[in-house]
């Protein structure tokens, strides 16, 4: 476990999991480069009774052909190619009835996904071995892995036939934070300063396989070019990569996504269907669940608004970083970050970014304001600009409280220490009294400010009650 960065909820999780004494079905999932297959395999040091990878767009027959060859090395027995999944399986069981090994047996099926291809028949196959025999032996400790988040959902947690309710466990593993990446790039003996990781959080989100790509030798500027713009960049096509892994038909997701991307807030469904050529049916509600199952994107309701309409908004950092940057980027210059990484463009998508980064961090945000163990849901707010006197004012993150105060954050990306101005400082109120007044709270409201090196202390800083900083983000 000595290589295992972050993941310390897993782990534990996992290790509790190994100890309980009883029959085990543990579901893993997680989108594409996240490190399940690598956290499990760490985990455990490669000890298992049995593993088997699927293999993408391989046929029936050579997934088992995979399976003999597995079989054979774990093992240590000679035998044909079997003809279905039933018959491996029954030779799966009676090779586990027979072992003298005592203890716990890990049985690994990773990429399950590329295994049950339609007319495969291993789902039945699979069902009924967990039903008739693992899942009363109380020795056996299943995990089952997969990228395909929604794959796994629907067909395994979701499913209504005969594994209605049988997994155990689930471990949903979620991108790594700053302070994992910090410490990844620690392991990798990569010095960089936490502007800078940010930098790259910005441009990549927590993926992990992402920040293995980095070369100590290169500046930011020369590093995001050669992952991204050069010719043969291996994050150049990967936005393409993770959706067609992910679902069927994922130009459809992919579309759903740039239109949702358009507006920086999010849209409704009624703005997403007109935005859009999709209908308003269960095609659509079931793309954007999965889409939030898959972290992409994210739903919210807009706080204090009679009309519980859900805004959807995205959230994934790669994703929102190839739509700025390389989706219809024509130009092919292999040096595009490192020529234009200083343009307005790239300002303000910093500022968006910087709030998304935000987003993933709350739990570091409320710890940083003392409320860590306060009850709390967030949100955020626009004005419904009913009122003449009033701008359309907006705010990305609004923590409602539980113990009756709520905070107003205003995220703002700097180079250097924020100055609130007399403009700025007017703004803060105005909106502050807006948000009063339209929402009807009785709360105490606060403006919290978040940013990177915090804020000037000069005579407009009295008037924000709690500030956060960068280095905050990096608690855990």
Known sequence: MSNIIGRKEASAFLQQIAESGEPEFVAVFGRRRIGKTFLIKQFFENNFTFYFSGSENSTKKEQLENFRDAFQNYFKMIIPIPESWTMAFQMLRTELESSKKRGRKVIFFDEIPWIATK????????????????STNPNILLIICGSSTSWMINKILKNRGGLHNRVTRQIALEPFTLKECELLLQQQKITLDRQQILDYYMAMGGVPYYWK?????????????NMFFTRNAILKNEFFDVYNSLFKNSEKYIQLVIAISEKKAGLTREEIIEATTFADGGSLTRMLEELEQCGFIRSYFAFGKKERKKTYQLVDLFSLFY??????????????WTRNHITPKHYAWKGYAFEQVCLWHIPQIKHSLGIGGVSTTYSSWRSNGENPEHKKYQIDLVIDRNDHIINLCEMKYSDKEYSIDKDYNDTLRRRKATFTEETKTRKTVHTTMITTYGV???????????EVRMDDLFAF
């Open 456 to 466: 000037n202390h000069n005579s407009y800083w009295g008037n924000v009650q709690s």
């Open 213 to 225: 790509q980095i070369n100590k030798s290169f500046g930011l500027p020369q590093n995001i070019d």
């Open 119 to 134: 007319g495969s028949h291993f789902i039945q196959a699979f069902e009924y071995w967990w039903n008739t025999y693992a």
């Open 323 to 336: 739509l700025n940057f390389l989706h219809q980027n024509k130009n092919n210059d292999e040096k595009y």
